[in-house]
């Protein structure tokens, strides 16, 4: 294990029980769902849902989760929480593992983000879930394969410029949390300890020296920035950064001012000071990231137009 892999690691091991500590009662995980046969470990995921809408005659939207982990690490349990109260509010949420360096690189990364999406359509099969009421979400490296997929979905080129599988369903809605945006502007920013090029050259299979001098030559750097690719296609987006943020340095708000520009509707949360730093969210024992996460989904509410019957517990403050 390489010294990134071990920082991010420790990362996943620190946050695991503050990131898990808020629990919803009455919230239903079925487990280890496997949406595609390429690797039994890592291309499974979990379905959670409220007891009471299983089966209630209602059709409910349902939330693609993807994790984080600095593209190399994470894992769907450490998003019990978040997972929980996104299930909470009426959505079905399928949280998902996926394969990451080094049993594979960004390509691999795609086609499972593609296939996660793709098996909503099995689901449906079995349980009430609207696929016209689709939410792709995702927290700092799952982020940005939230916002890949869109733009993947949004641009069949470059779907098929990385021979992924047809996208067979269209997301109604994006929650970018913390989020990588643009790895350009990655490769500008200082190599601390070697650990940005390390990273670098995992996920994309192509070693990248310290100095970033020959990340050009990566055959599709021009391609792997979801910024580069917003258009008037995308759905409505919630986006939130912090503006201290320590791994995500001047990432969302130049994504907020894309969706501007091309006239997405959207909504945005900011936070800053040191303390309140990268995936603050993810600490629901926390005001501010209640704030976030109620923030969100008024937004999704919205833009779904789904009855929440939970909705009395957001306090007007804080929407």
Known sequence: ?????????????????????????????????AYHNESEDFNVADLYF?????NDGTKHPILLYIH?????????????????????????????????????????????????????????KYCNIDTDR?????????????????AFAANNELRERFELPEILLKPAALALMCGVFDIKKVINTPNVMGLVSTTLSMVL??????????????????????ISFVNEDWPPVFITWAEDDILCVDQGKPMADKFEECGIKYKTFVVDGILNNHCYHLNMK??????????CIHFLNRVLEHDDNTADEIEEDEI
Do not use: W
């Open 1 to 33: 294990m390489n010294r990134a892999e071990l920082v991010f690691k420790a990362i996943d091991v620190l946050g695991e029980r503050p990131q898990n500590a808020v629990r919803y009662p009455g919230i239903i995980r079925v487990q280890n769902i």
């Open 50 to 54: 409220r007891r009471d809408i299983f």
């Open 68 to 124: 984080g982990g600095g593209f190399i690490k994470g894992d769907k349990d450490y998003r019990i929480t978040n997972s929980e109260f996104y299930a909470h509010h009426g959505y079905y949420v399928f949280n998902i593992d996926y394969r990451m360096p080094p049993d594979t690189d960004i390509n691999g990364n795609f086609a499972d983000i593609v296939r996660a999406f793709n098996y909503i359509t099995e689901l449906a």
């Open 134 to 150: 689709i939410v792709i979400s995702g927290d700092s490296s799952g982020a940005y394969q939230s916002a890949m997929l869109c």
């Open 205 to 226: 299979g192509f070693e990248v020296k310290k100095d970033y001098s020959n990340a050009s030559d990566y055959e599709h750097i021009d391609y792997i920035s979801p």
């Open 286 to 295: 926390f005001k501010l990231a209640k704030k976030c996460m109620n923030k």
